[in-house]
């Protein structure tokens, strides 16, 4: 698939924001180590402009931005427009959520919020991943693994952004630096099994199975013969061939894939187990983890394989 920046900034950017999102209000609803009101007030609203900048951003990859309304039609079939409405009901909640905390509530008004917040927020990531996830002629977006990716992934960005607000307000770092660990290692490691899920070729689409010859062909006379195609239809570019025919070579998705695991994982695990510590450390690790997830989300479109290619000259997708 043709990565598309839009796309890949709108995914990373709101997906750290509703990670960051989802863990503030985990903590606090946690009683046993809360955040202080004030670093509570300013993740909030770290995490809605996050999500507010990523969801605006989604919208410039349509050919008419202005029909971007028409993502609300369609609820009860489309993921998208799942994603479009948990987002604007998750909007209002976070914003009653950060008045709630600014204007001192508590309670189980504030704690309802917080609740609310944490669901809706997961909720609106796991749209996000299903709009992928549910696409079954793409084989390498269609697993069990792109949404636990997108969850995963969030909550680790999520964490380290949390992690940055905890040390810029003078938290005690430890119980948030475990947290950011557990998450990251649990990300790092459904990384590591869908890169892996999406290299086994054996259940790759062919041409063979796309016509419906499973093994071969074996006409009379012949022992066996592989069905090939003799015309693609089209002398020039075209949509599918535009959209669905990027090609990326296989030792440049290798070094993107050691990048993004330098940036997104190695260096933030290195500061973390070093011990440093320090509000402007701790927002450069953010940081570097944000830009390695755009190497790996970029990979994530590039590396994806439209069964239409099969009739444009592929052996298999």
Known sequence: MKPTFSIIFFTVISGAGLGLLSLLALADLCPVRPLPRNALTTGVALALALIAIGLASSVLHLAKPSNAWRAFARFRTSWLSREAVFSVALGAVTLAYGWSMAAGVGGAPRMAFAAIACVLACTVLYCTAMIYASLKPIRQWHTRW????????????????????????????????????????????????????????????????????????????????????????????????????????????????????????????????????????????????????????????????????????????
């Open 146 to 317: 792109t949404p636990a990716n997108y969850l995963l992934l969030g909550h680790w960005s999520g964490a380290l952004l949390m992690l940055a607000v905890a040390t810029a307000y003078g938290v005690d770092p430890v119980p948030f630096v475990w947290l950011a660990a557990c998450i990251g290692v649990a990300a790092l490691s459904v990384k590591l099994v869908y890169w892996r899920a999406i290299r086994d070729d054996f259940a790759a689409p062919t041409l063979e199975r796309a016509i419906g010859v499973g093994e071969g062909v074996r006409p009379p006379g012949v022992s066996i013969a592989q069905a090939r195609l003799f015309d693609v239809g089209h002398s020039h570019g075209t949509f599918l061939t535009n959209e669905f025919g990027f090609t990326l070579a296989r030792r440049h998705a290798t070094a993107l894939r050691y990048a993004a695991l330098a940036l997104a994982f190695g260096l933030p695990a290195l500061v973390i187990i070093a011990g440093a510590r320090g509000a402007l450390l701790a927002a450069l690790v953010a940081g570097c983890c944000i830009i390695g997830l755009f190497a790996e989300r970029w990979l994530f479109f590039a590396e994806a394989r439209h069964t239409v290619r099969l009739y444009h000259g592929d052996a298999r997708t």
